[in-house]
């Protein structure tokens, strides 16, 4: 069953040998990450399904990752010495991919055992105090509409609502990267209306108003987890929950949301 739900963001600069005196300007995320992981130690999961955006896509299929152990560096920003390894969920996977395949909904898998950054952060945040027995589901989101993904995340959830594993589902999303002059990609009117439309969503749970944000905004904001977080919103889908904006903030023009997701 679904115990626990957060979205954090996935810079690099979140990591102590990357972002370095850099990080003093994220310390509202960095201690809404640490509140993450004292709550999700708390949760007691057997398994963490990571939804996140950079992994292998395809446009018209979701996919999971499966292979039996994973495993991630951060060489390529420049941390030579920081790794992480994480063991699949390989029956729960198993048991989604069937399930979804009976169902014909548009789902794949692939088979890789090196993870991008898009997982890796959020297991070097979130699990130094869990026990080595947690295992891992590695989802992909698709290029389809935001529907789309909810309905997906819809699916996902009945398999895993149902299964006698305690799961916590994570979005890894990072928001605009277009909110100002200073931004990765410069400024745009859609970056902030992004932000400020999912923030508003999410802070509220009324993630359906999502549905009919204009394609020119999301793409125009340059984000990249809309997918990610319109998946989460979908596992959650008629489970009482409680929403707790933790931070939401943008010191190098990215916007980054923190939310923990109470599960009553």
Request: include cysteine; glycine fraction near 6%.
């Amino acid at each position: 069953m679904i115990i626990f739900a957060g979205i954090i963001p996935h810079s690099p600069l979140l990591v102590p040998s990357i972002g370095k005196e850099h990080r003093d300007e994220l310390a509202c995320t960095l201690a809404a990450i640490k509140e993450i992981e004292q709550a999700l130690y708390l949760a007691k999961p057997d398994t963490i399904c990571i939804i996140a955006p950079h992994g292998v896509r395809y446009p018209d299929a979701f996919s999971i990752n499966l292979v039996d152990t994973y495993s991630g560096d951060f060489k390529s920003f420049g941390d030579f010495s920081t790794s992480i390894t994480a063991k699949s969920d390989f029956l729960a996977i198993d048991h989604i991919q069937r399930k979804l395949r009976e169902e014909n909904i548009p789902f794949t898998l692939t088979s890789t055992d090196e993870l991008d950054y898009g997982y890796t952060i959020p297991i070097l945040l979130l699990t130094p105090h869990l026990p080595p027995t947690w295992k891992l589901i590695p989802v992909s989101p698709s290029m389809f509409d935001a529907k789309s993904h909810y309905e997906f995340g819809k699916q996902l959830k009945r398999i895993l609502h149902a299964d006698q594993r305690r799961v916590a589902v994570i979005a890894s999303a990072d928001l605009s990267h277009k909110l100002t002059k200073d931004s990765p990609g410069g400024a745009s009117a859609e970056g902030p209306q992004f932000d400020q439309v999912i923030t508003d969503a999410v802070s509220t749970n009324n993630p359906k108003q999502l549905f009919t944000l204009s394609p020119d905004i999301v793409e125009g904001s340059g984000q990249c987890g809309f997918r990610p977080i319109m998946t989460l919103l979908g596992t959650l889908d008629e489970i009482n929950v409680t929403p707790t904006k933790l931070c939401y903030e943008a010191p190098f023009g990215v916007g980054y949301l923190t939310v923990r997701y109470d599960i009553l």
